[in-house]
């Protein structure tokens, strides 16, 4: 399996909830148990700005190049500067590329993007760019008619939800913790949950909806949102999944897609355990199942 990934993702972005460092940290710990060799990283390559012009809207691509503090990028709640504007840029490339090598081969994994708080005229929620957004939109231009993002973040993917809510083409999926940032948009399907739902619940849910995807909407691509953020020591949520319970999580969405054969790209998002390390063991579980189906 390919693995879309880049050093410069790793962002300085000073003290900061969301930890730029898990992504080599994964690719450490993948390349440790030799499921990533040199042989299987791809790098991505930087849109163009008349590429990044389909997702965002002139003034504010402007601020971005310009790394300016205006309205539309400071509710980004990350610094405003040039590595982690870049770096965001940057990971809409690697979606992109993701999902051409999941059309190609049936599954890549990015080891980053997943920034759906972004919307067309402003940042939000750590995010400046969405990447699933773009990756689907220059995906929409490869002759690809039916794409469904399956967003299993924390948190709605909002900023996707709400450029789609037009594209007949694009189901758009979240299930999150519903009494949470941000304020939610409307998906082709969402279901919010409780607080303290935990795994059984959760997984039942979330069986319903893939059963729904997969039968009805029949995707030829899904860009699989594999957020971190649910996990029961996440400190920035109450959904009270088990690092378990996540796998199983990954082995219903990703089981179910290679039975169908459906192609998927993963993207990381969220992840804010206490201990880094419980993140990157959870998005690297996320590589592991993937592996298993490919
Ligand atoms: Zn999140």
Known sequence: ????????????????????????????RLRA???????????PQRPSDEQLRKIVTAEYL???????????????????????????????????????????????YHIGGGFH??????????????????????????????????????????????FFENEHRVFTFSIH??????????????IGLRGG?????YLKELKGAVDHIFDKFNPQLVIYVAGADPYVFDQLGNLQLTVEGLKRRDELVLQRARDKAVPVATVLAGGYAENVEDTVEIHCNTARVMHGCS
């Not at 913790?177 to 969402?190: A, G, I, N, R, T």
């Open 1 to 28: 399996m390919k693995f879309v990934y880049s050093p410069l993702y790793k962002a300085d972005i000073g003290f900061h909830v969301f930890p730029t460092e898990k992504y080599d940290f994964i690719l450490q």
């Open 33 to 43: 148990e030799g499921l990533v060799d040199d042989g299987d990283m791809v790098a």
């Open 62 to 108: 402007d601020d971005l190049l310009n790394y300016r503090m205006t309205e539309r990028t400071y509710p980004s709640e990350m610094p405003v500067n040039k590595d982690i504007i870049d770096a965001q840029i940057l990971c809409c490339g690697g979606s992109f590329l993701a999902a051409q090598i999941a059309f190609e081969h049936g599954m890549c």
């Open 117 to 162: 708080h972004a919307f067309a005229d402003h940042a939000e929620g750590f995010c400046y760019l969405n990447d699933v957004v773009f990756s689907a939109v220059m995906m929409l231009e490869h002759r690809v008619e039916k794409i469904a993002v399956i967003d299993c973040d924390l948190h709605q993917g909002n900023g996707t939800a709400k």
């Open 177 to 190: 913790q519903e009494h949470l940032y941000p304020v939610k948009q409307k998906s082709d399907l969402d």
């Open 197 to 201: 739902a935990g795994d059984d619940e």
